[in-house]
């Protein structure tokens, strides 16, 4: 069970640095919009998002892709101690300090 992580909030806060960044797309940076929008520890199913978009899931993907290369996100593989995959943690980043 693939999960997201944040910092939390009672409400979307966008960092500046991102809406300002003209080396990400509009598509991206509504794609940040919107996962950031969900509660932390919210079970990320890519179809469920896709569900929320008119986007589909290439553009889905590209969105997130585009949003790693840049430092927005980062995704982690989460193993038990014998080494087994559990889930993937897709951590959104809120500034250049966490870059």
């Known amino acids: 069970m693939n999960k997201l992580r944040k910092p939390t909030s009672d409400?979307?806060?966008i960092p500046n640095a991102l809406l300002r960044d003209?080396?990400?797309s509009?598509?991206?940076k509504g794609l940040y919009a919107l996962l950031f929008s969900k509660p932390d520890d919210w079970v990320y199913i890519e179809d469920a998002l896709l569900k929320e978009c008119l986007d589909g899931r290439d553009s889905?993907?590209?969105g997130l892709k585009?949003?790693?290369d840049a430092g927005w996100i980062r995704k982690e593989q989460v193993r038990d101690k014998?080494?087994?995959f559990l889930h993937t943690e897709l951590w959104l980043e809120t500034g250049r300090e966490t870059r």
Do not use: D, V, Y
């Open 11 to 13: 409400f979307t806060i």
């Open 22 to 24: 003209a080396s990400i």
């Open 26 to 28: 509009f598509k991206a």
């Open 60 to 62: 889905f993907r590209s």
């Open 66 to 68: 585009e949003l790693g």
């Open 82 to 84: 014998q080494g087994n």
